[in-house]
Structure formats: structure tokens, C-alpha cells
RNA sequence: UCCUCCUUAGCUCAGUUGGUUAGAGCAUCUGACUGUUAAUCAGAGGGUCGUUGGUUCAAGUCCAACAGGGGGAGCCA
């Protein structure tokens, strides 16, 4: 047997009359005679042809739709018109059998996503999902790359945590307590100091105070991890079980986080068009083909190349929630009272439909937000000097909403005590978060990026079940 | 959690005003085919119409509850 070769280094090769080895899944097959050949490492199938007659009919049988086999042969110029080159068998071995009276996936009824999602342990098998999933990957080695190349640490922050100040969300508790009888304490309270950890825990809802803590030694660190919400959302923007990208600057002020912020989105987008163009270009197709469906109104204006290429090539535009107010306030929706909740007072917390009309509508571009009130924001955000506003900044996405949020962090213990008192939080437990305040404080920043959000964004896909290999989410948690 | 829409063959969908034996394409099975490309051609099998209850002489069709799913909202990343 010749050295197995995989089926992108042959299609990229463009080499002819050379023996190889091929191992992969049946897409198709044609004609007894023409197996379209997928082994995951591109979209693109390898048609192998077999002689007729060259093998026994028994076997011929077996290769089925989704059957893997192994295949040694001849690469050699292709005699039909759909493919350069094509592999002449000489041997052919059936490894796994695919029984198509059984097997819930044919390719050829276009199965619609919600059915695949169904499916998720096989949906990895299509073109669509195998193109989404190898973007996703491709972005992650970015994620990666862009963080190392510019020093920072990767820092691998807790996913049980005891700390439950961050705000962020509901929280999934973590016990190995016996729930039919947990012991109680002589309040009748459920007693964790007898639970695993002798305390109360949880999954993480956000690695970022622990983030802080590496950021104060080593100056910029990341974290890149996943992240736990128990919120009850029903909506194709969230999941219970999500992966979320957060780096911490020390010595970082709020316009440094920002263009950080931005150029990290640009670069990782870039990286997927420089190294995943084929895939891209697959899932630009297939979104075509969905916006058809759809009444023009309802389309995009960009597809899906040139609206990634827009992002890369454009500023994203800055603005303070005050003046977003002012827009939002003179728009044509407000005035016309189109918007559910319309904006009459500077303080209100922006929703979906006003994010959307300042990305889609009147800037018709990535916009970061900044400033906002403090009263909407977390504790830990820097406040301004005019008393009523923070330092925080978030970044709007067209169709996706917010993807960023981050803020520069207050830095002065003082202050951030007041804060945390004004908003009832245990200072006293939180002593190791306050102790950077305490011992050689800096200003420093940060922010949030939801991978699955940016996964979305780029592949064009609208649900974000379908841009996470096995989705968790209220009541579903299957595979 | 709220609003809204959907649930008919393995998949994607038709199904008229409530009225005889519920249809199509693809998939599957059988056969044909030595250059196919979502292969093609001929034939066959395949249904508790999501579940439960109700209205009616009669329910896939009307009503209610429940379950699952889609879209939107809230919460957020």
C-alpha cells in the first residue's frame, strides 16, 4: 500500500501519475462507477473511478453513501469535466459499512438545518457544517496567534469559581452534595461547608477578575475558555455553554482597548479569508441560496465575501452613548414612533432595535459604543468625571449585535469600594480582587468577545446553534 | 420568561368550504446503464396527519391543553 495522502494535498497539488493511498466517506456514487470521496480535510470531494468489472459485485454493494473506505490507486488526469484529476482504483477496501436504509442523513434531500441539528453528531458530514466548523477552527488558531505575536500570556482561568460578583448572569450550580438529602445547617439552610469544595460553587459566567489578577503581573494576558449562562434565552444569539475570548491590558486606557478591540476582530477575519477562502466562499454560496427565499427587503445588501472584506477595509465608528442618544432621539423611527420603546431621556439602556438601527441603518457599519451611564454598567468600570458615566465601551455588529463588551477597569480602591458598597457587594469575600487595587494598582483595561458571536458573523449563519458543535440550551443538552 | 408562527412518508413540502381509498419530488428497495457531476431511465414498497381531549352524521382540516421546533422580544457575549 502506497502513503496515504489527504485529499486537499492532492487537489492542491494538481500532480498527476503518482500512486497514493486514499481513506475518507462515500458523498456519492455514481454510475457503479464514480465514488465522490470526502475525508474532511476540504469541502472539495476526490472522484475515484472504478473499472468496471474490476471488482467483485458483492463489494461494489457495500460502497454506499457514508461508507468510509480505503482506496490505492493511480492519480491521473481527469477524462470528465467536473474535476482536474481524478483517482484510478486499483484496490479498494470497504472499512466501515453505511446501511442506507438506516442512515438519517442523505445529502440529496438537502436536509434543512433545524433537521441536522437534530443530527449534530453527523451534520459535521455536509459541506455547510464541514466548512463552518473548519472556519471555527481557523478562527480559534487565529484568536490565538494574533495574542501570542503580540506577548500576551494565555491564561487559564477557573471554570468552577466560588465567586458569584460578576453579575454576568444566573449561574449553574456545582455540588456533589446528595440532592434528595443535602445536609442542612442549624438554620435549616443547605450546608456547602460539607459540599466538595466546603463552600458554594459554580461555573464560571466570566474569567475576567481572575483575568485582572494575571493582567497586574504580566501586563497583557487572555483568556479563551468556555463560559456559563443558566439564563432562561430562547434566541439564536445564545447558548447555556459558550466560548469567550477575554484579554486584559495593563496600563491600557479606554481608546487603547478599543483599537485593540478592533484591530483583534479585523485580524481574525482577515486570517479566515487568507486561509479559509474555499470554505468561505462555500457558505457565501449556500447564504445566497437562503436570501432567495426571502423577500428583498429582508436581504442582505453585502454578500457574505465583500461585507467580511467591508469590515476589514472600514473604521469601525466611535461614538459616546450620549450622542448615540441624539441620533437615536432625531431619528426618523423615533419621531415616527416605529420604535417599541422609543428614546426620550438621556440614561435609558439601548435595545435591539436601536443597536440595529445605528449599525444597519444610519452607519451602516461596525460601531463601538462608549460611555455609557453607569447605571446600566457593571461595578468595576471606571467612572468618569462628570459623575454619571463610565468608561465602558461595546461593539456592535451588523446582525449580530453586541460581540464586544469590555470597559477600562477603575483602578482606584476607594472608588471601587464605594461602588461595590453602593451596589451590595461582599467586599470582604472579593478581598483577592480588591488586593490589585491595593498593592501597586494601574490602569488597566479590557473586554469580552463571544466566539460563538464572531463565529456567526463570519460564516454567514443566523442561528448560533449551528456554530457550536453540540449546543446547550434551555431544556435541550443532547450528545 | 413573553409574543407569534409551524408540526402530514426517512427528508423537503402540497392537501380547496370539514365529505369516497391522504399526494408530489427526493431518499430507500428491485432492475438497466463503461464518463457520471444533485447521474439518468423503468418499476415497487413506505402514513396512528406531533400527543391528548373536545365539537360534528363526518376532522389532516374547527376548538382547547400539552410537547417539540422556527422567528421576534427581554437578559446578555
Excluded at 473548519?134 to 480559534?140: D, E
Aim: proline share 4%.
Amino acid at each position: 500500500m502506497s502513503q496515504r495522502v489527504k485529499v486537499k494535498q492532492i487537489l492542491l497539488d494538481d500532480k498527476t501519475n503518482y500512486e497514493v493511498t486514499v481513506k475518507g466517506w462515500v458523498r456519492s456514487f455514481r454510475n457503479n462507477q464514480f465514488i465522490a470521496l470526502n475525508d474532511g480535510s476540504t469541502n472539495n470531494n476526490l472522484q475515484v473511478v472504478i473499472a468496471q468489472d474490476s471488482l467483485d459485485a458483492a463489494l461494489v454493494k457495500r460502497i454506499t453513501s457514508g461508507a468510509s473506505i480505503s482506496v490505492t490507486g493511480e492519480i491521473i488526469p481527469s477524462l470528465g469535466k467536473g474535476q482536474k484529476v481524478e483517482l484510478k482504483a486499483q484496490s479498494l477496501e470497504v472499512l466501515g459499512d453505511c446501511d442506507p436504509e438506516k442512515y438519517p442523513l442523505q445529502l440529496k434531500n438537502r436536509p434543512s438545518l433545524e433537521y441536522l441539528r437534530e443530527i449534530a453528531h453527523l451534520r459535521f458530514r455536509t459541506n455547510t457544517f464541514g466548512a463552518i466548523f473548519r472556519v471555527r477552527h481557523t478562527l480559534a488558531f487565529a484568536v490565538h496567534k494574533f495574542f501570542n505575536d503580540r506577548g500576551f500570556v494565555y491564561l487559564h482561568t477557573p471554570i468552577i469559581t466560588a465567586s458569584d460578583a460578576e453579575g454576568a448572569g444566573e449561574m449553574f450550580r456545582v455540588t456533589t452534595l446528595d440532592m434528595k438529602k443535602p445536609p442542612l445547617d442549624e438554620s435549616g439552610n443547605i450546608d456547602y461547608k460539607q459540599d466538595f469544595f466546603a463552600r458554594s460553587t459554580n461555573l464560571t459566567v466570566s474569567g475576567q477578575l481572575e483575568g485582572e489578577l494575571g493582567a497586574m503581573a504580566f501586563g497583557d494576558i487572555y483568556t479563551f475558555g468556555p463560559t456559563f449562562r443558566a439564563e432562561n434565552s430562547n434566541t439564536a444569539r445564545h447558548l447555556a455553554e459558550f466560548w469567550m475570548i477575554e484579554p486584559e491590558m495593563a496600563f491600557y486606557e479606554l481608546k487603547d482597548n478599543m483599537d485593540l478591540a478592533e484591530a483583534f476582530i479585523k485580524y481574525v477575519i482577515g486570517y479566515a479569508l487568507e486561509h479559509n477562502r474555499e470554505d468561505l466562499e462555500f457558505l457565501a454560496q449556500r447564504l445566497e441560496e437562503e436570501e432567495k427565499q426571502k423577500p428583498q427587503a429582508e436581504r442582505s445588501e453585502l454578500k457574505l465575501i465583500d461585507k467580511l472584506e467591508f469590515v476589514l477595509n472600514n473604521e469601525f465608528e466611535r461614538l459616546t452613548y450620549t450622542e448615540a442618544i441624539d441620533i437615536l432621539k432625531n431619528s426618523k423611527p423615533n419621531k415616527n414612533k416605529k420604535f417599541n420603546y422609543l428614546i426620550e431621556e438621556w440614561g435609558a439602556d439601548l435595545q435591539s432595535e436601536h443597536e440595529r438601527y445605528l449599525v444597519e441603518k444610519h452607519f451602516k457599519k461596525p460601531v463601538i459604543l462608549t460611555d455609557y451611564p453607569a447605571a446600566i454598567k457593571s461595578f468595576y468600570m471606571k467612572q468618569n468625571d462628570d459623575g454619571k458615566t463610565v468608561r465602558a465601551m461595546d461593539i456592535l455588529f451588523p446582525g449580530i449585535g453586541e460581540i464586544v463588551g469590555g470597559s477600562q477597569r477603575e483602578e482606584n480602591y476607594d472608588k471601587l469600594v464605594a461602588r461595590m458598597q453602593e451596589l451590595h457587594l461582599p467586599t470582604e469575600e472579593m478581598y483577592w480582587y480588591l488586593d490589585t487595587r491595593r498593592f501597586g494598582t494601574a490602569p488597566h483595561a479590557g473586554f469580552g468577545l463571544g466566539f460563538e458571536r464572531l463565529v456567526l458573523f463570519v460564516t454567514g449563519m443566523t442561528n448560533i446553534r449551528d456554530v457550536i458543535a453540540f449546543p446547550r440550551t434551555p431544556g435541550s443538552a443532547d450528545f
